[in-house]
Nanobody, 121 residues
Framework: VQLQASGGGLVQPGGSLRLSCAAS????????IGWFRQGPGNEREGVSC????????YYADSVKGRFTISRDNAKNTVYLQMNSLKPEDTAVYYC???????????????WGKGTQVTVSS
């Protein structure tokens, strides 16, 4: 199970970015996939999840209404659309899974290299 996050960069406050999470060796649609982030001096936190069993989604209160998680099964990719970005969104973002088919847990047992998001003017 390998996951690779990409799409980060430097953006001004109020701007947007779309992160991608690509999978190797397995079909993302069968798994619950989460986005996590760790900012400078902060603990890692869960940002958003998309569940495999029913396609429902979860968002942390800090990003609710600004971020949208989605899947493209044809591309075996999960996206995180981030709008109205704030300086406090600055962090390394990771996508992850617990690796269990049909799981209802947004776990981080398998995760790959993250992508840096910097929100600054």
């Amino acid at each position: 199970v390998q996951l690779q996050a990409s799409g980060g960069g430097l953006v001004q406050p109020g701007g947007s970015l779309r992160l991608s999470c690509a999978a190797s060796g397995f079909t993302l649609d069968y798994y619950t996939i989460g986005w996590f982030r760790q900012g400078p001096g902060n603990e890692r936190e869960g940002v958003s999840c998309i569940y495999s069993n029913d396609g429902s989604t979860y968002y942390a209160d800090s990003v609710k209404g600004r971020f949208t998680i989605s899947r493209d099964n044809a591309k075996n990719t999960v996206y995180l659309q981030m709008n109205s970005l704030k300086p406090e969104d600055t962090a390394v973002y990771y996508c992850a899974t617990d690796g269990v088919v049909g799981s209802s847990v947004c776990g981080m047992d398998y995760w790959g290299k993250g992508t840096q998001v910097t929100v600054s003017s």
